[in-house]
């Protein structure tokens, strides 16, 4: 059913992700609602309304999900639990909890994409410093270890060799169930960012070649360079993805592409991405405004490009002289964040060339 102008949207996630979903559904003519614990959030200040509580509060959760026409999320670490007991409550919730499920646990993650068909790189459970010490040696000698949980932008991962203290490594990431991934000696980095409405209709949008410092994205842009077959698969994959979490709503999937031009998959965001900050400018939907339309169960609206685009970040102090850190005459967001910490997103922007 497509929700009326004037429906309220529920965001879990108090984030610049649902500020630019709350800017994008007002556009749209809906009412937002912001759920988070703290007050004050970027997408609470520019919202209608915004409840503050836990997001594993089950009583608090729901009452205010109930005053929402439909529920979505901006982030992927809302416990699972919490989605379930919306959705076992009659709530709708978009996407639903499996994407959530297998965002969040990195071993879950890669057997999913791996059972749709889609190569990630070679990877071995670690539970312990036992594990660990035989893993670095069925993977040749060398690995990046990851927590299964929390992990992003690089943090809870610690790269190691063949003679490394395992048990050091194993408590330094705080002894958790973890997993060793191969080094990928890639030639460079890309995302498919697809959004699926509720009927089932995938739309994928231009593919992105994405540029990474100390584990953070630094700049995304199109058109990628890469050669249009590895693209295609690239889609394809994400599209596949997609259907098979029966996912509504936008969802990235991030790519190592090696010299040959095959791919691995590497990580997945159930979510609006940052490597698809630069499509509202750049193409005739961007990625903010389809999300809202495929959890409303509106139509799709097109993702033809129309500009070649580069998107950068402004990290930390960078936003705060933002026409400096930003080429000449691009187009600036900033995040409305309070502080401006070092390393932390605060904006970005969008470089658009005819
Ligand atoms: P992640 O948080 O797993 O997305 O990792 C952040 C970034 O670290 C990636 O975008 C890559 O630039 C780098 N990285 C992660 N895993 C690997 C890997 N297995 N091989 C090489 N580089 C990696």
């Known amino acids: 059913m497509m929700l009326p102008v004037g429906a309220k949207i529920g965001i879990i996630g108090g984030g610049q992700l649902g500020r630019m979903l709350a800017v994008a559904a007002a556009r749209l003519g809906f009412d937002v609602s912001i759920y988070c614990p703290e007050a004050d959030c970027p997408a609470g200040r520019v919202a209608q309304q915004q ?24 982030f992927e670490n809302v416990p699972v639990d919490t989605v ?19 965002a969040q646990d990195r071993l879950a993650e890669k057997a999913f994409l791996r059972d749709a068909g889609i190569e990630t790189a070679p990877y071995v459970a670690v539970n312990g410093p036992q594990d660990l010490a035989r893993a670095l040696t069925q993977l040749g000698g060398a690995g990046i270890l990851k927590t299964r949980r929390e992990g992003y932008d690089g943090k809870g991962q610690l790269r190691l060799v063949s003679g490394d203290d395992c048990e050091a490594a194993f408590s330094r990431l705080k ?62 994959a994400a599209i596949c993805l997609a259907a098979a979490l029966d996912h509504v ?72 002289a933002p026409f400096e850190a930003a080429p000449a005459g691009s187009v600036i967001t900033l995040y409305g964040k309070r502080e401006a910490k070092a390393g932390r997103k605060m904006g970005h922007w969008v470089r658009l060339v005819d």
């Open 175 to 236: 002894a958790q169930p973890s997993i060793l991934e191969a080094i990928v000696p890639f030639s460079c980095e890309i995302s498919a960012i697809v959004a699926r409405s509720i009927t089932g209709e995938s739309l994928c949008y231009d593919i992105p070649r994405n540029h990474h410092v100390e584990g953070v994205l630094s700049r995304s842009s199109v058109p990628s360079g890469v050669d249009q077959t590895t693209e295609a698969k690239a889609r394809e």
């Open 84 to 102: 379930h007991y919306l959705v076992s409550s009659g709530c709708d919730v978009r996407p639903g909890a499996r994407s959530l499920e297998i």
């Open 51 to 74: 409840t503050i509580g836990r997001y594993d509060h089950l009583p608090s959760v729901l009452d205010w999900a109930r005053s929402c026409d439909v529920v979505t999320y901006e």
């Open 249 to 320: 709503g936008v969802l990235a999937l991030e790519f190592f592409v090696l010299a040959d031009g095959s791919l691995l998959a590497n990580e997945v965001a159930p979510r609006v991405h940052n490597s698809g900050h630069w499509t509202p400018e750049a193409c005739r939907t961007g990625q903010f405004e389809q999300h809202i339309r495929a959890v409303a169960g509106w139509p799709l609206g097109s993702v033809e490009r129309k500009y070649r685009a580069e998107m950068g970040n402004l990290l930390g102090h960078e936003a705060l």
